[in-house]
């Protein structure tokens, strides 16, 4: 099987990626006909294939039940339409984001969702996880973003949904629906993405406060004002620890530093760095102060009301000795994310319990990420209630053969 | 319609929640898209959810095909019952259930008017973002079937990114509750899957929509040019220039001349080929430093005049005046085919110029008002739908119209949806396995072909029930 499988391109291995622990053979089909063929081989045959972009979000996933092999679209890669005065960019699957990013920049545009320099997601892998970036704030999730995708079905045929253009209704908008099914409806080949100006100029304030329960009535009163920041978030080492409140404002140069005087009292404490100095800040934010890809990651999100809330629990149940080795609030997203010892899955699969069922009051959500023994012993993601069912039947009415390996999304899907 | 079915009907909603009398069933026998008509066998407006699913239920066990219906201020037939059954209006549902201040969004009822949400909202320093012209009529609801549009969208994008959350009763009565506002969906994202499918795939009950801060200052501006293609070559430079201003608005001369003759008159100059109207928004700073680079760019594409509305009175005359001109064009002839296409934002000046050429070329009365930073067009072509030669020469140009600008790299509707007016241009844009591809949530969510049948998706053959493609309706 593997001289068929060169044959279509490089064949390598994919490890911790199914619940059996067998490694699969990953395979990178040179173009879009040696996918096509590659798939229509894996479906006369009966294999189940997982397809994949560069392995970034995997650890954010659960096991997949079952596969024969794996399918990243890394080689299948290339811009294939930058409009600049349109404000569009359209690759292919495995354009890796950081070049797509770049692309943008020397067009005068932002790209988004920014996702850390370090990180080699690919378009595919990004839109398929549904993956939402630092900027979220400022320009919403990643679903916002697609405009539309080219994609390969299970049945073989290549489809499209929605389009190139900022705006467009026509026909129904399954690239929403692709957008975070995790490979489980289709193979991703395509997308395009709307874009946004880049900044002139940009401010990083950091200002330190006694733990994040200060930090957070800091941030709040900023929230209160008409700002509209590229950033708003409080990173810390732990409940009693002091916090930084990073807050990030970027645009027109006159109006950023409008902005900044039009800041709360308590911000003339903070430290501001300037453009290059603030790039660099920001830079370094987004990869994160602890080292997020070994780290088993707990995400809670809930609403803003209820975020300090939501805090004070997680503190509670974080408890002393805990293996909480950093935190970052996103008091305007109403989203926490907790960074943990991966070397003790066991005590973060119960913490994650505990946070289950200690928020589930406030209809917060809490997802989890980290290697495959974490992700043994716990869900990545909350039950999904009665709306499954349609999930489940369109995912049939998608895949009825079960061509594309399923378990991996929330539900099992 | 059984009499067993509509007895069971009433049974749920009560005698004033059935339309039965022929005569007042004719308000709902078509939308904006006037030519294309059918009496439904029955009008049912529920209360509430429950009374939604409860008459689903009964429709399903009799078979009866659902058409959902809002406003009716569809333009593309959406709310037609071209197979008969039943219409199920939402205007006996209009309350806002909760506003949430602090998490800024709304839970309402799909028959709340658009226009009425941001008035509720007003007070608490917020506002709901998509505006479509026809704000003060059409419903959240049909706003959501059709993923909405209007001229502030340019900034804030159309109604799916505002849409937070549904309630949905399903083809067999079910009631699906999407309502949560989650910061991402558990599993497939089921809410950017309804958004837009144009009532085919469930009946919205409630909706939860983001709500956004209103801004500290908004500043109109009017820029009156010589001609169409000035104002084309200003919106394409403004964007260009990654300006960030939150509407740009064309209209033409034969626009303008309906407004200013109409009740909307609002000191547009009549002599004026085309204007363009521009919202800035933001801090005081923001506004004046976008305003001037834009205005920079107006005059250097020679605009003749530029003006900044004074007071809010004025601002509120020249937005009257944009949203307007459709009514106003009555003036002009008794039926208006309001077209909706995009294209892109680099190509404004040639496809409008070109989709004018088109109507011109069939002698039909043309004006243009649209959404110009979107590259979203709207030839409006006038005309009386009582003469067929004419109407055959609309419904022509409307699909000369669409083809041009797919090949141009557009496509066929910004804002207005498919429909039955675009249902067979679907195969200029999309191919027969795209289409496929379409027909599978259609399944999942309508596997008996009764939500909204015969609309969208191009008819396959005669198995469907629409029995003629709209251009051989006038034959
Ligand atoms: C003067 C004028 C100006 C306009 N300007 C704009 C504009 O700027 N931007 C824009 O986008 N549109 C515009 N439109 C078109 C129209 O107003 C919109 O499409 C609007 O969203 C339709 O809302 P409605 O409540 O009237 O829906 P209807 O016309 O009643 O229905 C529209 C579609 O939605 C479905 N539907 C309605 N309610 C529900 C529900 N509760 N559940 C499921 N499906 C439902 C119907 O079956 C139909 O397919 C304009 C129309 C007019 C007449």
Redesign the pocket.
């Given at each position: 099987m593997t001289a068929a499988l060169e044959a279509l391109g490089e064949v390598t291995e994919l490890r911790g990626a199914v619940r059996s622990g067998a490694a699969l053979p990953l395979v990178a089909p040179r173009d879009e006909d040696a996918l096509v063929e590659l798939v229509r081989r894996a479906r006369g045959d009966g294999k189940r294939v997982l397809p994949v972009g560069n392995g970034t979000s995997l650890s954010f996933t659960n096991l997949a039940t079952d596969a024969d092999l794996a399918v990243t679209t890394r080689a299948i890669s290339g811009i294939v339409a930058h409009e600049p005065d349109d404000g569009t960019i359209t690759a292919l699957a495995g354009t890796p984001l950081r070049e797509l990013r770049a692309k943008a920049l020397a067009g005068g545009h932002h790209l988004s969702p920014e996702l850390p320099a370090s990180c080699d997601a690919t378009l595919g892998g990004a839109v398929a996880a549904g993956r939402s970036g630092v900027d979220r704030l400022r320009f919403g999730p990643m679903r916002n973003q697609l405009l539309g995708t080219r994609a390969l079905l299970a049945d073989g045929t290549i489809t499209k949904s929605g389009g190139r253009l900022v705006k467009n209704v026509t026909g129904f908008d399954l690239h929403r629906l692709y957008c975070g099914s995790h490979g489980s409806l289709c193979i991703l080949l395509e997308a395009s993405l709307r874009l946004y100006p880049a900044p002139e100029a940009v401010r990083h304030l950091v200002l330190d406060a006694r733990d994040v329960r200060e930090a957070l009535r800091l941030a709040h009163e900023v929230r209160a004002t008409q700002l509209a920041p590229w950033i708003l978030a409080i990173d810390a080492d732990g409940p009693d620890r002091p916090a930084h409140l990073h807050l990030e404002l970027a645009g027109r140069e006159a109006v950023v530093e409008h902005e900044l005087s039009t800041l709360p009292a308590a911000w003339r404490a903070a430290q501001i760095a300037r453009d290059d100095a603030a790039r660099e800040e920001h830079a370094h934010y987004a990869d994160g102060e602890g080292d997020a890809r070994r780290a088993a990651i707990v995400r809670v999100a809930s609403r803003p009301s209820r975020i300090d809330e939501v805090w004070a629990r997680c503190a509670a149940l974080l408890g002393a000795g805990s293996p909480l080795h950093f935190v970052r609030v996103q008091p305007a997203l109403a989203m926490l994310e907790l960074r943990l010892d991966p070397n003790e899955p066991q005590r973060v699969a119960d913490l994650v319990r505990d946070l289950r069922s200690g928020l589930r009051d406030l209809g917060s959500r809490v997802a989890v990420g980290g290697d495959a023994r974490l992700r043994r012993l716990t869900n990545c993601f909350d039950e999904v209630g009665p709306s499954l069912a349609w999930m489940r039947a369109l995912r049939d009415r998608f895949d009825p053969h079960g061509l594309f390996a399923s378990g991996r999304g929330a539900g099992g899907l | 319609m059984h009499h067993a079915c509509a007895a069971e009907l009433r049974a749920i909603l009560g005698a004033d929640g059935l339309v039965e009398d022929r005569s007042r069933r004719t308000a709902y026998e078509c939308?904006?898209l006037a030519f294309e008509r059918r009496l439904p066998d029955l009008v049912l407006l529920p209360r509430d959810t429950p009374e939604a699913a409860a008459c689903m239920r009964v429709l399903r066990r009799h078979g009866v095909p659902v058409?959902?219906?809002?406003?009716?201020?569809?333009?593309t037939g959406?709310?037609t019952p071209v197979a008969g059954g039943v219409v199920i209006g939402?205007a006996r549902m209009r309350r806002v259930l909760e506003l949430n201040v602090t998490d800024r969004f709304a839970r309402v009822e799909?028959g709340l008017v658009n226009a009425d949400l941001t008035r509720a909202c007003a007070p608490h320093g917020l506002f709901y973002a998509p505006d479509?012209?026809?704000q003060r009529?059409?419903?959240i609801?049909?706003?959501?079937?059709?993923n909405?549009?209007?001229p502030h969208c340019f900034r804030y994008g159309n109604t799916t990114r505002h849409v937070l959350g549904l309630v949905v009763v399903t083809h067999d009565g079910e009631v699906l509750d999407l309502s949560e506002p989650d910061l991402d969906p558990l599993g497939y994202d089921l809410v950017g899957l309804l958004v837009g499918s144009?009532?085919m795939f469930?009946?919205?009950?409630e909706v939860t929509l983001r709500l956004t801060p209103s801004p500290q200052r908004v500043e109109t501006l009017l820029a009156i040019f010589p001609s169409l293609d000035a104002a084309c070559d200003a919106v394409s430079d403004v964007i260009a220039q990654r300006l960030e201003p939150s509407a740009l608005e064309i209209l033409d001369k034969l626009t303008i001349e309906a407004v200013e003759a109409s009740v909307f008159a609002a000191g547009y100059p009549a002599s004026a080929e085309a204007v363009l109207l521009i919202e800035v928004e933001g801090s005081d700073v923001e506004v004046e430093v976008n305003a001037n680079e834009i205005e920079a760019i107006l005059a250097g594409r020679g605009a003749l005049e530029l003006r900044r509305a004074q007071t809010e009175a004025e601002r509120a005359r020249l937005w009257a005046a944009r949203k307007g001109a459709?009514?106003a064009m009555g003036r002009v002839a008794p039926d208006l085919y309001v077209t909706d296409v995009v294209v892109p934002r680099t190509k404004l000046r040639d496809l409008v110029h070109r989709t004018t050429e088109i109507c011109r070329e069939r002698g039909l009365k043309i004006a243009n008002v649209f959404h110009a930073g979107d590259g979203n067009l709207h030839p409006n072509i006038s005309y009386d739908r009582r003469d067929a030669d004419e109407l055959a020469r609309v419904l022509d140009a409307g699909t000369r119209i669409m083809e041009v600008c797919i090949a141009a790299g557009g496509t066929l509707s910004g804002?207005?949806?498919i429909?039955l007016e675009k249902q067979q241009q679907m195969r200029l844009y999309f191919s027969p396995e795209d289409l496929a591809a379409m027909e599978l949530p259609r399944h999942v969510f309508d596997p008996e072909g009764r939500m909204?049948p015969g609309?969208t998706l191009p008819i396959r053959a005669c198995m469907e029930t629409r029995t003629k493609p709209l251009d051989e309706v006038t034959r």
């Amino acid at each position: 099987m593997t001289a068929a499988l060169e044959a279509l391109g490089e064949v390598t291995e994919l490890r911790g990626a199914v619940r059996s622990g067998a490694a699969l053979p990953l395979v990178a089909p040179r173009d879009e006909d040696a996918l096509v063929e590659l798939v229509r081989r894996a479906r006369g045959d009966g294999k189940r294939v997982l397809p994949v972009g560069n392995g970034t979000s995997l650890s954010f996933t659960n096991l997949a039940t079952d596969a024969d092999l794996a399918v990243t679209t890394r080689a299948i890669s290339g811009i294939v339409a930058h409009e600049p005065d349109d404000g569009t960019i359209t690759a292919l699957a495995g354009t890796p984001l950081r070049e797509l990013r770049a692309k943008a920049l020397a067009g005068g545009h932002h790209l988004s969702p920014e996702l850390p320099a370090s990180c080699d997601a690919t378009l595919g892998g990004a839109v398929a996880a549904g993956r939402s970036g630092v900027d979220r704030l400022r320009f919403g999730p990643m679903r916002n973003q697609l405009l539309g995708t080219r994609a390969l079905l299970a049945d073989g045929t290549i489809t499209k949904s929605g389009g190139r253009l900022v705006k467009n209704v026509t026909g129904f908008d399954l690239h929403r629906l692709y957008c975070g099914s995790h490979g489980s409806l289709c193979i991703l080949l395509e997308a395009s993405l709307r874009l946004y100006p880049a900044p002139e100029a940009v401010r990083h304030l950091v200002l330190d406060a006694r733990d994040v329960r200060e930090a957070l009535r800091l941030a709040h009163e900023v929230r209160a004002t008409q700002l509209a920041p590229w950033i708003l978030a409080i990173d810390a080492d732990g409940p009693d620890r002091p916090a930084h409140l990073h807050l990030e404002l970027a645009g027109r140069e006159a109006v950023v530093e409008h902005e900044l005087s039009t800041l709360p009292a308590a911000w003339r404490a903070a430290q501001i760095a300037r453009d290059d100095a603030a790039r660099e800040e920001h830079a370094h934010y987004a990869d994160g102060e602890g080292d997020a890809r070994r780290a088993a990651i707990v995400r809670v999100a809930s609403r803003p009301s209820r975020i300090d809330e939501v805090w004070a629990r997680c503190a509670a149940l974080l408890g002393a000795g805990s293996p909480l080795h950093f935190v970052r609030v996103q008091p305007a997203l109403a989203m926490l994310e907790l960074r943990l010892d991966p070397n003790e899955p066991q005590r973060v699969a119960d913490l994650v319990r505990d946070l289950r069922s200690g928020l589930r009051d406030l209809g917060s959500r809490v997802a989890v990420g980290g290697d495959a023994r974490l992700r043994r012993l716990t869900n990545c993601f909350d039950e999904v209630g009665p709306s499954l069912a349609w999930m489940r039947a369109l995912r049939d009415r998608f895949d009825p053969h079960g061509l594309f390996a399923s378990g991996r999304g929330a539900g099992g899907l | 319609m059984h009499h067993a079915c509509a007895a069971e009907l009433r049974a749920i909603l009560g005698a004033d929640g059935l339309v039965e009398d022929r005569s007042r069933r004719t308000a709902y026998e078509c939308d904006g898209l006037a030519f294309e008509r059918r009496l439904p066998d029955l009008v049912l407006l529920p209360r509430d959810t429950p009374e939604a699913a409860a008459c689903m239920r009964v429709l399903r066990r009799h078979g009866v095909p659902v058409v959902p219906r809002g406003a009716g201020t569809g333009l593309t037939g959406g709310a037609t019952p071209v197979a008969g059954g039943v219409v199920i209006g939402t205007a006996r549902m209009r309350r806002v259930l909760e506003l949430n201040v602090t998490d800024r969004f709304a839970r309402v009822e799909s028959g709340l008017v658009n226009a009425d949400l941001t008035r509720a909202c007003a007070p608490h320093g917020l506002f709901y973002a998509p505006d479509p012209s026809s704000q003060r009529a059409c419903t959240i609801g049909g706003n959501v079937a059709n993923n909405a549009g209007g001229p502030h969208c340019f900034r804030y994008g159309n109604t799916t990114r505002h849409v937070l959350g549904l309630v949905v009763v399903t083809h067999d009565g079910e009631v699906l509750d999407l309502s949560e506002p989650d910061l991402d969906p558990l599993g497939y994202d089921l809410v950017g899957l309804l958004v837009g499918s144009e009532g085919m795939f469930g009946l919205v009950t409630e909706v939860t929509l983001r709500l956004t801060p209103s801004p500290q200052r908004v500043e109109t501006l009017l820029a009156i040019f010589p001609s169409l293609d000035a104002a084309c070559d200003a919106v394409s430079d403004v964007i260009a220039q990654r300006l960030e201003p939150s509407a740009l608005e064309i209209l033409d001369k034969l626009t303008i001349e309906a407004v200013e003759a109409s009740v909307f008159a609002a000191g547009y100059p009549a002599s004026a080929e085309a204007v363009l109207l521009i919202e800035v928004e933001g801090s005081d700073v923001e506004v004046e430093v976008n305003a001037n680079e834009i205005e920079a760019i107006l005059a250097g594409r020679g605009a003749l005049e530029l003006r900044r509305a004074q007071t809010e009175a004025e601002r509120a005359r020249l937005w009257a005046a944009r949203k307007g001109a459709y009514g106003a064009m009555g003036r002009v002839a008794p039926d208006l085919y309001v077209t909706d296409v995009v294209v892109p934002r680099t190509k404004l000046r040639d496809l409008v110029h070109r989709t004018t050429e088109i109507c011109r070329e069939r002698g039909l009365k043309i004006a243009n008002v649209f959404h110009a930073g979107d590259g979203n067009l709207h030839p409006n072509i006038s005309y009386d739908r009582r003469d067929a030669d004419e109407l055959a020469r609309v419904l022509d140009a409307g699909t000369r119209i669409m083809e041009v600008c797919i090949a141009a790299g557009g496509t066929l509707s910004g804002e207005h949806g498919i429909g039955l007016e675009k249902q067979q241009q679907m195969r200029l844009y999309f191919s027969p396995e795209d289409l496929a591809a379409m027909e599978l949530p259609r399944h999942v969510f309508d596997p008996e072909g009764r939500m909204n049948p015969g609309k969208t998706l191009p008819i396959r053959a005669c198995m469907e029930t629409r029995t003629k493609p709209l251009d051989e309706v006038t034959r």
